[in-house]
């Protein structure tokens, strides 16, 4: 149980003390009533003696009584009501409440806390350990132990007006004060008629109330006299004829009302009676002045029920100054006829009960009386008890006494023989249930064993209770014997009671007794307010002894349904109990709260019920156990609702809603409702208040997106606009890498190719991911889209309406610097910022949805969003019926189920941890986000970019005409516009000069994307030669082939002007998707601060498809036709197959043109073999083509700059492709840039690492010649047929290595043991290959193929042979020609025969650079045969080289000469 404030060892004896009558003349109630006070009512504050008193038990034994006190009330004739008890006792618990403040103050944004004790106990998880502490140290703390002081009050009223009753006498009438007036005309008299009143109500069949201890009851005259007003002669004079009459112990002169009672005012008298008043005020009476009102004290309590100024009724009846016979709890039969008190609607609420405590502010007690007079009156009542009540209680303990010893024919008195009966055999108690039911029998007033019992209670009452044990345990005896229950029952409790308070604890406390009792009250005479009476003493006296356990289980044991406020009670220290034993059972009195706050509920008493709920919630928070929490949540709301502490209400459903749910859809949905409609009531209370935080949906505030500027245009028909950046692309790091990379790349170019330090990449959507430690830039009139991510955690739909964002603008004047007054508008100034606003956003259960809101900046300055308003509702019709039923007015009519309320939630993003510095690192600290904050700048242009006919799916190497057009659909020009991408070879807007851009071809037999000019058919396969210089086309030296500039007319776009440029693209050469980053870069004509350029991406998707795979290979030509007769021809042999699968639809490819492009070769003619000349490829044929290069004539290569390539081109149908114009040059050009790109890397480690020599041998091998191939492919689409055209390049760098147009597949090479070793020789090797010496002198034979020869006549035959060398290199070079024989085996003697050569056999020569020198030789031949002459062996080394190295290309082509004999 809850500590309380009085010990059980004060307890008890309070609880029952003698009872003393008054009555009262009319004239002595007007003389109290001067002060607002009954007499009965005057005399409390100081009924209490102040000091010991002395009295003799029958053994003549002094018996000593401390602090004792006395009872005195008005005299009722009428028994009081048990509703009547009912309301007055709900009523003194509504009106105790904790002192601190109140419910109003527990629940604290979203953590409780609870007045568990009479401090707040934070409630703490994880519980035990913590509550086991908290609790320990409240049990071991006297200040800070729970106090319950509603319980004291109810218990200690409940004891006091229980109804007096026939089995015991401890409420019985001792003795009766008559009090009448000295300023009445003959006080004699009137004393007279009141002692005769006393005698016909004690007396009286027609009175069974009030109950009187003996027959002979003590009277005790009084005399008041009113000092300001009365005669004191008169008074002194009646009082000495009053002594003479009464005796001096009978009678007694009482002065008071020493002032007037308006000097009241003047100084300042203590007010004793206000305590004892204040809390009977609370009974809400009509004032005694507006008609008659029922009395309204108890005659044995400490807190007597009043009227409210404090007076008795004064209706006569039969000349009788009382009326006795209206209770002063008897009930007002007209206004309640059930007269069930314990429903709740007739319970007053305690608001209420205070506003009439207000209402009668003016009362003085005691107005009249000064501190003299209180001291008479104490001294008054001293002298009553020692002189009359005490002596008249002593008087008849031992008559009682001796009628029992005579009764028992004893010698002794009781007090010797009690040890006999206790210490002989005992008989064995029948168990209750063997006792018949015989609760009706009644005693005669004069039996004997009521005598025993009178005996004992009046020892109860004097605190002698050893004599009072033995008496109750005799009579215990006799009323079982005699199975009279009621008054066994009745003993058998004040014999335990009896037990217990014996000084030094002379035997233990009988508990058993106490449980017999009980039991009898409650099941064998069904009383449950006797029985209420034993549990209470006993579950205070338990307590005491720490029997924590065995008092829980008895306060258990009575809570029943026939009243719920004393369940309640008894549930709540049933609790307490729990947590004050040893080990603190929490989750026991967390369920008993419960169990409370569930009766408390029941009986009306709301606050005290939501204190119990929020008490128990502090156990269950937290730990789990969801469906507990929910309940307890609802309860405590709907209590505050009821109790109008609507923050409060609203705090416990929000609660319900934002834990994770596990009730149903149904339950949810109810729940949600009752929410609604609890916040609607507070929202109406101030409608202009802020905007309340509201619970749901969820809001993922770190997924809150940001993109800033227009959404992307959808597609029309054939125009598709540039992606650019979107809120439905996913982020994808690796993407957002390279667009960085590409902005990084064309600022660098315009910044002369250093990147400025201020420079940050542009982020057009933020997120999570982005860098947000800055304020991002918004322009002005470009509008700020933010996506909210909700999650709806609830089964049942959410809708809300009227969405928007909340913001804050700062704005600023034209000339950027802040107005003088910073202006922060929120939200409601549309010419600053517009607000869209989503009528309508559905959220279904459980879902996560994102909603895009928009703001329309309409001037400069700073922004700050800070969050979303919305009404928040549920969907009409969705009402499911949930087992608790409705707030009143929640959800009946039709009109209230869409409910919606209106409300804020706040976008608050937590930045990233910062990790950098050590501190960092140590603690835990995070950056800023500043996602929602923009900065909003002036206007800037905006570039749109559409593009119109861009193909989806290419062939590898295919040329697609398309075109782009460019929309300024700002206010502001632009210019400096360029795009960057990393695959320039993709795509050409054409050359720099018109001349070489073709318009829309006009000449051609289709519609194709090159520039054509008709041949003759008739022509044969020679080239048409062209140059063109690669700076034409944007790829001069030192250039960024990335970075193209976009050719705009007068390099700048006005606002709302539009261009279209063509655009050639070019299918990769590898096949599969492609995805084609393009970034246009574009700046402002005017320069401003903030934002130096703006982007635009775009990415373009290519699907290619396999068309041709073209191989080349290039090797010197022996032949020594040239138009200047020098040696520098080279074979080209190209080898095309189409690889195409069918899907694609492609019946057939045509090469049409083969061109070449070099600085210092071109194709001279095409070397067919076959007679046809349309030169087609089927699907999977492969085509071989053979062509003569030549040297470019040196004055051409002169007059060139080092950046002119020469195009020649090779026809084969009947137009020419122009190889030097766009778009053919372009993407050659392009593709040769990033070859060379590749290659650089590799030979830039080369050139260090080799010799000059060597190098210069090497450069003999090189070839810069590249080939274009064009060609044209049939398709049929549609049952249409389609001509598509394309060009694939070769790039020939060395003689006789074969290149590729594609890219090969790559074998992956074999894994090779490791090795453990460092291989000795770790140096390059400056010896040249085997190919590039080969290349350093080109010989070739020249002779008569066939020879016929008479051998008959002449058996020699010599035959000249003339050996040309040709010095490919610049440098001059020494050679050995050896013409000895070196066969290697002897199967080359037999096949080629044998044949010798005449003469020298070994010239020495030198060959200055690039000449070309002539030896004379003669062949022997003996026989006719086939014989090779490739014989020589030719060494060579460079004039200013020492090794030597051998040509060995001759050996690999023999040279045939056929010998005939004629």
């Known amino acids: 149980m809850a500590q309380c404030v009085q010990s059980v060892q004060e307890l008890i004896p309070d609880s029952f003390v003698p009872c003393v009558a008054a009555l009262c003349s009319d004239d002595a109630e007007r003389l109290t009533r001067l002060n607002h006070l009954s007499f009965a009512e005057l005399l409390k504050p100081f009924t209490r003696l102040t000091s010991e008193v002395h009295m003799r038990d029958p053994n003549n034994q002094l018996h000593i009584i401390k602090n004792l006190k006395i009872a005195v009330s008005n005299i009722i004739t009428q028994p009081p009501q048990p509703g009547a008890i009912r309301k007055l006792l709900s009523d003194v618990v509504s009106g105790s409440q904790p002192a601190d403040g109140l419910v109003a103050n527990v629940i604290t944004a979203g953590d409780y806390d609870l007045n568990i004790s009479d401090r707040s106990i934070k409630a703490s998880v994880p519980w035990y350990s913590n509550w086991k502490d908290t609790l320990m140290e409240m049990k071991e703390s006297s200040l800070n132990t729970a106090t319950t002081p509603w319980f004291e009050s109810y218990r200690e009223t409940f004891l006091q007006s229980m109804p007096a009753s026939d089995h015991e006498f401890l409420n019985h009438y001792l003795a009766c004060m008559l009090v009448a007036s000295s300023s009445e005309a003959e006080p004699m008299e009137q004393f007279g008629k009141l002692s005769q009143e006393q005698h016909r109500i004690q007396h009286n069949n027609d009175y069974s109330y009030p109950k009187w201890f003996i027959p002979n009851t003590l009277k005790y005259y009084v005399l008041l006299h009113d000092v300001s007003a009365g005669d004191e002669q008169r008074a002194e004079s009646i009082y000495e004829e009053m002594k003479q009459k009464y005796g001096t112990q009978g009678c007694y002169l009482l002065k008071i009302n020493s002032r007037t009672s308006n000097q009241a005012s003047d100084e300042q008298i203590p007010d004793p009676w206000s305590q004892y008043l204040q809390k009977n005020s609370i009974q809400n009476q009509e004032s005694y002045e507006d008609g008659p009102c029922t009395i309204s004290s108890n005659k044995n309590s400490d807190s007597n029920l009043l009227s409210l100024d404090g007076l008795d009724n004064e209706v006569k009846v039969d000349g009788l100054p009382n009326n006795f016979r209206a209770h002063p709890l008897q009930l007002d039969s007209s206004s309640d006829p059930s007269n069930n008190i314990d429903g709740p609607d007739h319970v007053k609420s305690a608001s209420s009960l205070h506003e009439t405590k207000k209402a009668n502010p003016g009362i003085i007690h005691g107005a009249c009386l000064t501190l003299t007079d209180h001291d008479r009156i104490r001294q008054f009542v001293q002298e009553f008890t020692f002189r009359?009540?005490?002596?008249?209680?002593?008087?008849?303990?031992?008559?009682?006494?001796?009628?029992?010893?005579?009764?028992?024919?004893?010698?002794?008195?009781?007090?010797?023989?009690?040890?006999?009966?206790?210490?002989?055999?005992?008989?064995?108690?029948?168990?209750?249930?063997?006792?018949?039911?015989?609760?009706?029998?009644?005693?005669?007033?004069?039996?004997?064993?009521?005598?025993?019992?009178?005996?004992?209670?009046?020892?109860?009452?004097?605190?002698?209770?050893?004599?009072?044990?033995?008496?109750?345990?005799?009579?215990?005896?006799?009323?079982?014997?005699?199975?009279?229950?009621?008054?066994?029952?009745?003993?058998?409790?004040?014999?335990?009671?009896?037990?217990?308070?014996?000084?030094?604890?002379?035997?233990?406390?009988?508990?058993?007794?106490?449980?017999?009792?009980?039991?009898?009250?409650?099941?064998?005479?069904?009383?449950?307010?006797?029985?209420?009476?034993?549990?209470?003493?006993?579950?205070?006296?338990?307590?005491?002894?720490?029997?924590?356990?065995?008092?829980?289980?008895?306060?258990?044991?009575?809570?029943?349904?026939?009243?719920?406020?004393?369940?309640?009670?008894?549930?709540?220290?049933?609790?307490?109990?729990?947590?004050?034993?040893?080990?603190?059972?929490?989750?026991?009195?967390?369920?008993?709260?419960?169990?409370?706050?569930?009766?408390?509920?029941?009986?009306?008493?709301?606050?005290?019920?939501?204190?119990?709920?929020?008490?128990?919630?502090?156990?269950?928070?937290?730990?789990?156990?969801?469906?507990?929490?929910?309940?307890?949540?609802?309860?405590?709301?709907?209590?505050?609702?009821?109790?109008?502490?609507?923050?409060?209400?609203?705090?416990?459903?929000?609660?319900?809603?934002?834990?994770?749910?596990?009730?149903?859809?149904?339950?949810?949905?109810?729940?949600?409702?009752?929410?609604?409609?609890?916040?609607?009531?507070?929202?109406?209370?101030?409608?202009?208040?802020?905007?309340?935080?509201?619970?749901?949906?969820?809001?993922?505030?770190?997924?809150?997106?940001?993109?800033?500027?227009?959404?992307?245009?959808?597609?029309?028909?054939?125009?598709?606009?540039?992606?650019?950046?979107?809120?439905?692309?996913?982020?994808?790091?690796?993407?957002?890498?390279?667009?960085?990379?590409?902005?990084?790349?064309?600022?660098?170019?315009?910044?002369?190719?250093?990147?400025?330090?201020?420079?940050?990449?542009?982020?057009?959507?933020?997120?999570?991911?982005?860098?947000?430690?800055?304020?991002?830039?918004?322009?002005?009139?470009?509008?700020?889209?933010?996506?909210?991510?909700?999650?709806?955690?609830?089964?049942?739909?959410?809708?809300?309406?009227?969405?928007?964002?909340?913001?804050?603008?700062?704005?600023?004047?034209?000339?950027?610097?802040?107005?003088?007054?910073?202006?922060?508008?929120?939200?409601?100034?549309?010419?600053?910022?517009?607000?869209?606003?989503?009528?309508?956003?559905?959220?279904?259960?459980?879902?996560?949805?994102?909603?895009?809101?928009?703001?329309?900046?309409?001037?400069?300055?700073?922004?700050?969003?800070?969050?979303?308003?919305?009404?928040?509702?549920?969907?009409?019709?969705?009402?499911?019926?949930?087992?608790?039923?409705?707030?009143?007015?929640?959800?009946?009519?039709?009109?209230?189920?869409?409910?919606?309320?209106?409300?804020?939630?706040?976008?608050?993003?937590?930045?990233?941890?910062?990790?950098?510095?050590?501190?960092?690192?140590?603690?835990?600290?995070?950056?800023?986000?500043?996602?929602?904050?923009?900065?909003?700048?002036?206007?800037?242009?905006?570039?749109?970019?559409?593009?119109?006919?861009?193909?989806?799916?290419?062939?590898?190497?295919?040329?697609?005409?398309?075109?782009?057009?460019?929309?300024?659909?700002?206010?502001?020009?632009?210019?400096?516009?360029?795009?960057?991408?990393?695959?320039?070879?993709?795509?050409?807007?054409?050359g720099n000069t018109t001349a070489l851009t073709p318009l829309s071809p006009s000449a051609s037999e289709n519609c194709s994307a090159y520039k054509t000019v008709v041949t003759e058919s008739t022509s044969v396969c020679t080239a048409l030669t062209s140059s063109a210089s690669s700076v034409d086309f944007g790829i001069g030296i030192g250039s960024q082939p990335e970075v193209i500039p976009v050719p705009l007319p007068d390099t700048v776009l006005l606002p709302g002007a539009s261009v279209q440029l063509p655009l050639w693209l070019r299918g990769p050469d590898e096949e599969g998707v492609h995805e084609i980053n393009f970034l246009f870069y574009y700046e402002s004509v005017k320069k401003l601060p903030k934002i130096r350029h703006r982007i635009l991406r775009h990415t373009a998707v290519i699907c290619t498809s396999r068309s041709l795979n073209a191989r080349a290979t290039v090797c010197r030509s022996n032949s020594l036709e040239d138009e200047e007769g020098r040696g520098g021809n080279m074979l080209v042999f190209v080898d095309v197959e189409n690889i195409n699968t069918s899907e694609a639809g492609v019946k057939e490819f045509h090469i049409v043109q083969v061109s070449s492009s070099s600085k210092h070769w071109k194709l001279q003619k095409s070397v067919n073999l076959s007679e046809n000349k349309d030169a087609k490829l089927g699907s999977r044929e492969k085509g071989k083509f053979c062509f003569k290069a030549i040297r470019c004539k040196e004055k051409e290569v002169a007059t060139q700059s080092s950046e002119d390539y020469t195009f020649a081109d090779i026809i084969f149908g009947n137009e020419q492709i122009i190889s030097s114009a766009s778009p053919c040059a372009d993407f050659f050009y392009r593709s040769l840039s990033s070859e060379l790109k590749k290659a650089q890397p590799s030979a830039h480690t080369e050139k260090q690492s080799v010799e000059d020599a060597v190098r210069l041998i090497q450069k003999c091998s090189e070839v810069d010649l590249n080939v274009v191939i064009l060609w044209k492919a049939y398709v049929v689409e549609d049952s249409k047929q389609l001509i598509l055209e394309g060009q694939h390049h070769v790039i020939l760098h060395t003689v006789g290595k074969e290149a590729y147009s594609s890219p090969q597949k790559q074998e992956p090479p074999e894994m090779e043991p490791l090795k453990f070793f460092r291989p000795e020789n770790t140096a390059v090797s400056s010896r040249p290959s085997v190919e590039q010496l080969s290349s350093l002198i080109k010989t070739s034979l020249h002779y008569p193929e066939s020879l016929n020869h008479p051998f008959h006549q002449k058996s020699l035959c010599l035959v000249p042979v003339t050996l040309l060398l040709s010095n490919c290199s610049k440098a001059d070079v020494d050679v050995i020609v050896d013409l000895r024989h070196k066969t290697t085996s002897p199967e080359s003697l037999e096949i080629h025969g044998s044949f010798t050569w005449l003469g020298q056999t070994q010239y020495k020569l030198q060959l200055k650079s690039e000449e070309i020198h002539s030896l004379q030789l003669k062949a022997c031949f003996v026989h006719t045969g086939v014989y090779n002459l490739g014989t020589p062996r030719v060494f060579a080394k460079l004039s200013d080289q020492v090794t030597v190295f051998e040509t060995s290309q001759q050996n690999s082509m023999p040279a045939l000469i056929i010998i005939n004999n004629v």
């Not at 416990?652 to 859809?665: G, M, P, T, V």
């Not at 609604?676 to 619970?695: I, M």
């Not at 910044?751 to 982020?763: A, L």
Request: proline residues 5%; glycine residues 6%; hydrophobic residues 35%.
């Open 388 to 990: 009359g009540l005490l002596p008249h209680i002593e008087k008849t303990i031992r008559q009682l006494n001796d009628q029992l010893i005579s009764r028992k024919g004893l010698s002794r008195s009781l007090f010797s023989a009690t040890k006999k009966w206790f210490s002989g055999s005992k008989v064995p108690e029948k168990s209750i249930n063997e006792l018949k039911n015989t609760s009706g029998l009644l005693y005669p007033p004069e039996a004997p064993e009521l005598q025993i019992r009178k005996m004992a209670d009046l020892c109860f009452l004097v605190q002698h209770y050893d004599l009072a044990y033995s008496c109750y345990h005799t009579a215990k005896k006799d009323f079982l014997n005699d199975q009279a229950m009621l008054y066994a029952a009745g003993a058998l409790e004040m014999a335990a009671v009896s037990a217990f308070l014996q000084q030094g604890a002379a035997r233990p406390y009988p508990a058993h007794y106490m449980d017999t009792a009980i039991q009898t009250y409650r099941d064998i005479c069904k009383n449950m307010i006797l029985a209420e009476r034993c549990v209470l003493l006993s579950a205070e006296i338990l307590k005491s002894q720490s029997k924590y356990s065995e008092a829980a289980a008895l306060l258990i044991r009575l809570t029943s349904e026939d009243s719920d406020l004393r369940s309640a009670l008894l549930l709540e220290q049933a609790a307490h109990c729990f947590i004050n034993m040893k080990s603190p059972m929490v989750r026991k009195y967390a369920f008993h709260m419960i169990l409370a706050g569930h009766r408390f509920s029941k009986a009306g008493q709301k606050k005290h019920a939501l204190r119990c709920y929020c008490q128990a919630m502090q156990v269950y928070k937290g730990k789990g156990w969801s469906l507990a929490e929910d309940h307890i949540n609802f309860t405590i709301g709907r209590q505050s609702y009821t109790l109008r502490q609507l923050d409060n209400a609203v705090s416990a459903f929000r609660h319900i809603l934002i834990n994770e749910s596990k009730q149903s859809a149904a339950q949810q949905g109810s729940f949600l409702r009752e929410y609604l409609y609890v916040y609607k009531n507070v929202s109406q209370l101030s409608p202009d208040g802020p905007l309340p935080q509201l619970p749901l949906p969820y809001i993922n505030s770190s997924a809150t997106r940001v993109f800033f500027g227009h959404d992307r245009r959808p597609a029309d028909g054939e125009k598709q606009a540039a992606t650019h950046v979107s809120l439905d692309q996913e982020y994808d790091n690796e993407s957002s890498q390279q667009w960085r990379e590409l902005e990084e790349q064309v600022v660098a170019l315009v910044n002369k190719g250093v990147i400025p330090p201020n420079f940050h990449p542009t982020q057009y959507c933020l997120n999570s991911f982005s860098d947000n430690s800055r304020f991002p830039l918004a322009v002005v009139e470009e509008p700020i889209t933010v996506e909210v991510a909700f999650r709806n955690p609830l089964k049942v739909p959410l809708l809300l309406t009227n969405l928007s964002l909340l913001w804050k603008f700062q704005p600023k004047d034209c000339s950027g610097k802040n107005d003088e007054e910073v202006k922060e508008l929120v939200a409601s100034e549309p010419e600053m910022i517009g607000t869209e606003v989503i009528s309508e956003f559905l959220i279904n259960s459980e879902e996560s949805k994102v909603a895009r809101l928009k703001l329309f900046p309409h001037h400069i300055g700073e922004l700050h969003i800070l969050g979303v308003v919305y009404n928040l509702g549920t969907i009409q019709g969705s009402t499911t019926v949930d087992g608790i039923g409705a707030l009143p007015g929640c959800h009946t009519g039709k009109q209230s189920l869409g409910m919606s309320v209106r409300g804020r939630q706040d976008l608050e993003i937590q930045g990233p941890r910062l990790n950098s510095t050590k501190e960092e690192k140590t603690s835990i600290t995070y950056g800023p986000d500043r996602r929602l904050d923009p900065i909003i700048v002036e206007e800037m242009p905006l570039l749109e970019v559409f593009f119109i006919h861009f193909p989806t799916g290419l062939l590898c190497g295919e040329i697609r005409k398309a075109y782009v057009e460019f929309v300024n659909v700002s206010k502001c020009p632009l210019t400096g516009l360029k795009v960057v991408c990393k695959r320039p070879e993709f795509f050409t807007f054409g």
